[in-house]
């Protein structure tokens, strides 16, 4: 089952915490599509060009599969907070991601819970997504629902081998990321 997103854990329920119930979650995903943020983590050289990307290897459902940082925006969260947020919750405090000034995304993703509206696909809702390529210059520690993270370069993150085996439609996501940033030849 593809998702846009990690399960996102609910430790504060307060009216004021930006969370919502699992009830006010579902009938949210019904009726509006939600908004997420995801991030390609990248290492890159003193020049700036990618060297290595990040893939996440998950257990979801079942299934094993890759992925990429992702996760939703809280009500009253800025993107920026949001992106730092599922950065760290992901790839663990000592990743040290480095967020550009003025982040802007290389893509609008927009998931869909049918296939063949866009490539992207969530079957439990609407999303829309800000996709970002993000240099981490840290030590990744993978938390959460992540098993590993896998550093790969980018022909070989990019190659049909790998992005197959990524959840939603993120390969093209990934491909995507990569040409933005002149890593592809």
Not at 22 to 45: C, S
Request: negative net charge; proline residues 9%; contains cysteine.
């Amino acid at each position: 089952m593809a998702s846009v997103g990690t399960p996102d854990h609910q430790p504060d329920q307060s009216p004021q915490s930006g969370w919502l119930s699992e009830d006010e979650l579902r009938e949210a995903r019904r009726r509006l599509p939600l908004l997420y943020v995801e991030a390609v983590p990248v290492r890159v050289d003193g020049l700036g060009r990618v060297t290595e990307v990040g893939l996440l290897l998950r257990a979801n459902g079942g299934d094993i599969t890759r992925s990429i940082v992702s996760g939703r925006v809280m009500y009253g969260e800025t993107v920026r907070d949001a992106l730092f947020r599922h950065l760290e919750k992901d790839l663990g405090p000592m990743a040290f991601p480095l967020l550009p000034a003025s982040p802007v995304p290389f893509q609008v993703a927009e998931y869909f819970p049918w296939p063949g509206e866009s490539p992207f696909m969530d079957s439990r809702q609407h999303a829309v997504s800000l996709a970002f390529v993000v240099p981490v210059t840290g030590t990744c520690d993978p938390r959460q629902d992540a098993l590993e993270l896998s550093w790969m370069r980018p022909a070989d993150a990019a190659s049909d081998a790998v992005t197959l085996d990524m959840e939603g439609g993120r390969g093209a996501l990934v491909r995507a990321a990569l040409a933005s940033v002149g890593a592809l030849s």
